[in-house]
């Protein structure tokens, strides 16, 4: 005969789950420490962090959203579980569904039954395919108090989370925040300290080059000075007067090629430091500037055997920061020669509709090209100016220097692109035409 459980058998039950759980809150914080002190890379962190959760309350899926203060939105910036190609990259409102309530309150909630919350988001399952049906989720904040994300796991593999779940993911997101904390500030100091260096080569090099700009314009003056002395009775010589045309020449080119190292070298440091480069704007031909960097680029181009391919419809002349706009199409169209070989990448150039932008039209300069493509989460690291080389020694400085440029024009940085299928990237710039005022 089987005796019924009395208050000690319950309590031995009880002791023995209570210590389960300590386990588990144990374990979890050992491996996110481990797994934490081995990487300072942020992307590495948030792919540790997630993978320690879900282990920790035997999750299927989970999202860790970071905030972005620039339009009130909370990205999926690392996302695990089928639908995580989908799902990278996208943001949502902090109005919006669970994810939002939990950070605007900073208090986390067990969500056993999302089709009975009204907070609960359904429109992103029902857009994925992936339905919840227990979801748990916590707020992300730095020591000080200061909330940058949430932590959010899906579907738990038996039964319904409980409290005990709870305690150890906050306990996991309390570290995952000083872990993402330091992970940003390591990346920020790294910066820093790169922008300081670029920024002493800028002044070394404006050093160097100050010989040569006096020596310039002195041999200059010397010339003109020679020239203005020979009897104009006699008139020039033919010969003297080619030598003047030369050497007037090649004083444009030389002062030209100091003042673009200038420029190239402070580009630069802004792109590194984050700061946007103030435009110079004056009206150009874009066609003809973007003819002559192709120009610039097919020697690279054949060495990959690309074919670059021009479609650069006539527009009217606009203020642009052409220097800017030079080297953002530069940075584009090498970047994507590499990665489209045998291939083609087009440069189109046109006028567009664009109600986002003052005067509801653009001149839109798209690189399009035909090669290997790009995973979503890296195609929106690059949109939202936190690129991360992929090429051997690449350092994603490229890429900041377009934002820079789209930025300073007050413009629009677009793309998309599919592993296999190719990527193309679209700076709309405001359409500033020659006679109108640019406007504050």
Same mark, same amino acid.
Do not use: W
């Given at each position: 005969?089987?005796?019924?459980?009395?208050?000690?058998?319950?309590?031995?039950?009880?002791?023995?789950?209570?210590?389960?759980?300590?386990?588990?809150?144990?374990?979890?914080?050992?491996?996110?420490s481990r797994l934490l002190s081995s990487s300072l890379d942020l992307d590495d962190r948030l792919r540790d962090i997630?993978?320690?959760?879900?282990?920790?309350?035997?999750?299927?899926?989970?999202?860790?959203?970071?905030?972005?203060?620039?339009?009130?939105?909370?990205?999926?910036?690392?996302?695990?579980?089928?639908?995580?190609?989908?799902?990278?990259?996208?943001?949502?409102?902090?109005?919006?569904?669970?994810?939002?309530?939990?950070?605007?309150?900073g208090r986390s909630q067990i969500t056993n039954r999302p089709h009975e919350a009204v907070e609960h988001d359904r429109?992103?399952?029902?857009?994925?395919?992936?339905?919840?049906?227990?979801?748990?989720?916590?707020?992300?904040?730095?020591?000080?108090?200061?909330?940058?994300?949430?932590?959010?796991?899906?579907?738990?593999?038996?039964?319904?989370?409980?409290?005990?779940?709870?305690?150890?993911?906050?306990?996991?997101?309390?570290?995952?925040?000083?872990?993402?904390?330091?992970?940003?500030?390591?990346?920020?100091?790294?910066?820093?300290?790169?922008?300081?260096?670029?920024?002493?080569?800028?002044?070394?090099?404006?050093?160097?080059?100050?010989?040569?700009?006096?020596?310039?314009?002195?041999?200059?003056?010397?010339?003109?000075?020679?020239?203005?002395?020979?009897?104009?009775?006699?008139?020039?010589?033919?010969?003297?007067?080619?030598?003047?045309?030369?050497?007037?020449?090649?004083?444009?080119?030389?002062?030209?090629?100091?003042?673009?190292?200038?420029?190239?070298?402070?580009?630069?440091?802004?792109?590194?430091?984050?700061?946007?480069?103030?435009?110079?704007?004056?009206?150009?031909?874009?066609?003809?500037?973007? !003819?002559?960097?192709?120009?610039?680029?097919?020697? #690279?181009?054949? $060495?990959? /055997? *690309? &074919?670059?391919? =021009?479609? +650069?419809?006539?527009?009217?002349?606009?203020?642009?920061?052409?220097?800017?706009?030079?080297?953002?199409?530069?940075?584009?169209?090498?970047? !994507?020669?590499?990665?489209?070989?045998?291939?083609? #990448?087009?440069? $189109?150039? /046109? *006028? &567009?509709?664009? =109600?986002? +932008?003052?005067?509801?039209?653009?001149?839109?300069?798209?690189?399009?090209?035909?090669?290997?493509?790009?995973?979503?989460?890296?195609?929106?690291?690059?949109?939202?100016?936190?690129?991360?080389?992929?090429?051997?020694?690449?350092?994603?400085?490229?890429?900041?220097?377009?934002?820079?440029?789209?930025?300073?024009?007050?413009?629009?940085?677009?793309?998309?692109?599919?592993?296999?299928?190719?990527?193309?990237?679209?700076?709309?710039?405001?359409?500033?035409?020659?006679?109108?005022?640019?406007?504050?």
């Amino acid at each position: 005969m089987r005796q019924a459980s009395g208050p000690d058998d319950r309590s031995a039950t009880e002791l023995r789950a209570t210590l389960a759980a300590r386990n588990r809150q144990i374990a979890a914080v050992h491996a996110i420490s481990r797994l934490l002190s081995s990487s300072l890379d942020l992307d590495d962190r948030l792919r540790d962090i997630l993978t320690v959760s879900l282990d920790a309350v035997d999750a299927v899926a989970g999202t860790i959203f970071l905030h972005r203060a620039a339009d009130a939105s909370l990205v999926f910036r690392y996302v695990v579980g089928a639908k995580a190609r989908e799902l990278t990259g996208q943001s949502i409102p902090i109005t919006t569904g669970l994810a939002g309530a939990v950070f605007r309150s900073g208090r986390s909630q067990i969500t056993n039954r999302p089709h009975e919350a009204v907070e609960h988001d359904r429109e992103v399952g029902r857009r994925i395919g992936f339905p919840s049906e227990t979801i748990l989720t916590v707020p992300l904040r730095h020591q000080a108090g200061t909330p940058v994300g949430v932590l959010q796991l899906l579907n738990k593999r038996q039964g319904d989370f409980d409290g005990d779940d709870l305690e150890v993911l906050e306990i996991v997101a309390s570290v995952a925040a000083a872990a993402i904390e330091t992970a940003q500030l390591a990346r920020d100091a790294q910066a820093a300290a790169i922008a300081h260096a670029v920024g002493d080569l800028s002044h070394d090099i404006k050093n160097k080059v100050a010989p040569i700009v006096t020596g310039v314009q002195a041999l200059r003056a010397d010339l003109d000075a020679m020239f203005a002395a020979l009897d104009p009775r006699a008139g020039t010589p033919a010969a003297a007067a080619l030598v003047r045309q030369s050497y007037g020449e090649t004083f444009d080119i030389v002062m030209d090629q100091v003042e673009a190292v200038q420029d190239h070298t402070r580009l630069i440091a802004d792109a590194l430091k984050g700061t946007i480069t103030p435009p110079d704007l004056a009206p150009h031909d874009l066609a003809a500037v973007l !003819a002559a960097q192709l120009e610039d680029l097919a020697r #690279v181009a054949r $060495r990959h /055997a *690309v &074919r670059l391919v =021009p479609d +650069l419809a006539p527009v009217p002349r606009c203020r642009v920061d052409r220097f800017l706009v030079e080297r953002a199409v530069y940075n584009l169209v090498d970047n !994507a020669i590499p990665v489209t070989p045998h291939g083609t #990448v087009t440069v $189109r150039l /046109a *006028v &567009r509709p664009e =109600p986002r +932008l003052p005067g509801g039209r653009c001149v839109e300069i798209t690189i399009a090209d035909a090669g290997h493509g790009m995973a979503p989460d890296v195609l929106a690291r690059i949109l939202r100016g936190e690129p991360k080389s992929t090429k051997p020694g690449g350092t994603g400085l490229g890429t900041r220097i377009v934002l820079n440029a789209v930025a300073a024009h007050r413009g629009i940085f677009e793309g998309e692109s599919a592993p296999g299928a190719g990527t193309t990237f679209r700076m709309k710039l405001p359409l500033l035409l020659e006679e109108e005022p640019t406007g504050g």
